[in-house]
């Protein structure tokens, strides 16, 4: 796979009011996490773009002030795109083996001749999973590299999504200068990145991706994406609803919602927020915060659970990723009705500890398998240009490195002790 161990990857996904952005570093078998940013953007609107040019503007505004924090330039980036109109063509792709062997260009021979399959003209192919493969007769999840074989037969599962909505988020970065690396839905990242299709070798599995004004529905049974429903409903239901009752600074609310609501306080009574409205101090308390919220969240999961019911009923474990995952008591409702197994999911990487990442830090993932099935060499950074700025970075003013100063303190320190 080239001759650079180390790579570096960017991922961006354009979701309702932001643009998210993930800088990771690819060394010795795992990702490093270098920064996590998220931009206000009100140019989408129900996966429509209402200003493409100041979409574009907001896009190369973000990136070069994130470019700024890691001292390198942007160059390319991994769109995660909306698993909006969610397509699924099942397929079969013989490859004959030349010499007996079977090697990852056989498969991915195989994998290039399953993306000449014809879909409907309303959706295009973003990911190409592959399920299982069978060899000599027998079927496996594993990649059969070096074994004897004549012919292989791989399973493979198209993903596709709304071609117009596709291809205005694709041009809208590309129209920033961004060069559009690869792409990948937003569904198919998280059970990447979550291990989920693993888990729904034995049962199956429902994400529920709660976000602002929309949630994704997906499920996943016998190792495989079968469907993704989207309900435009979500978090800013109960963020409206507190806006109009209380008409607190907005930006404040996401937070007061997400994290202060609590339907099992100990002190409901206790001040949770304080805010200045026309020279007037006035303030909420965890009582009112949910009496508030009660309603659109008790019409939010029960809108949900009405659409998993059937699934459900036969046994299903629910994951809740998203904004959403952030509202304990979103979980302990959907536990509720739901009478089931209901889980949170977000990434424990240090850096991106963050369920509204998750999408964007499975990117990696997705785009890692396919740079090891075709033994690709690419960064999303001028590798160079980021590996100076490092090198500067290793040193203080005076010459000293880091790690000599943080050593120096710390004897410092210990010799202060035994004083």
Do not use: H
Request: hydrophobic content about 40%.
């Amino acid at each position: 796979m080239g001759n650079n161990i180390k790579q570096i990857y960017v991922a961006m996904e354009l979701c309702e009011n932001e643009i998210r952005l993930l800088v990771g570093e690819y060394f010795n078998t795992r990702f490093n996490i270098i920064r996590s940013d998220k931009y206000y953007t009100n140019t989408i609107s129900d996966f429509s773009i209402n200003n493409k040019e100041e979409l574009s503007k907001d896009i190369k505004k973000a990136v070069k002030e994130t470019s700024g924090r890691i001292s390198t330039d942007i160059e390319k980036v991994i769109l995660v795109l909306p698993a909006y109109n969610f397509k699924r063509y099942p397929l079969k792709s013989k490859v004959v083996i030349e010499n007996g062997v079977i090697s990852k260009k056989d498969i991915a021979r195989a994998v290039s001749n399953s993306l000449k399959t014809k879909v409907d003209p309303n959706v295009l192919v973003a990911n190409s999973m592959i399920v299982k493969y069978n060899v000599n007769g027998i079927s496996t999840r594993r990649l059969p590299e070096n074994e004897k074989a004549d012919e292989v037969f791989v399973d493979i599962d198209l993903l596709c999504a709304d071609v117009e909505v596709s291809y205005n988020y694709v041009s809208a970065v590309e129209d920033a200068g961004i060069k559009v690396l690869d792409i990948t839905l937003n569904n198919y990242a998280i059970a990447r990145e979550a291990a989920l299709f693993e888990e729904s070798l034995n049962k199956n599995v429902i994400i529920l991706d709660v976000n602002r004004t929309c949630t994704y529905l997906s499920l996943l049974s016998k190792g495989r994406l079968v469907s993704t429903e989207i309900v435009f409903d979500g978090l800013n239901s109960l963020i409206n609803r507190v806006y109009r009752t209380y008409g607190m600074p907005y930006n404040d609310i996401a937070k007061l919602v997400k994290y202060s609501a609590d339907f099992n306080s100990e002190y409901p009574d206790d001040t949770i927020y304080a805010w200045t409205d026309q020279g007037v101090t006035k303030t909420i308390n965890t009582r009112m915060l949910n009496q508030c919220i009660d309603e659109p969240l008790d019409m939010l999961c029960e809108k949900l659970v009405s659409m998993c019911k059937p699934i459900i009923d036969d046994g299903a474990l629910i994951i809740l990723t998203g904004e959403g995952c952030q509202m304990r008591s979103l979980l302990e409702r959907l536990k509720e009705k739901t009478l089931t197994k209901v889980k949170t999911y977000f990434p424990d990487t240090i850096g991106v500890r963050d369920p509204a990442m998750t999408a964007l830090y499975g990117a990696f993932f997705v785009y890692r398998d396919k740079v090891l099935l075709n033994d690709l060499n690419v960064n999303c950074v001028d590798l160079v240009k980021y590996e100076n700025a490092i090198d500067q970075k290793q040193f203080d003013s005076e010459g000293e490195t880091i790690t000599t100063k943080i050593k120096n303190l710390f004897k410092q320190y210990m010799e202060k002790g035994e004083k």
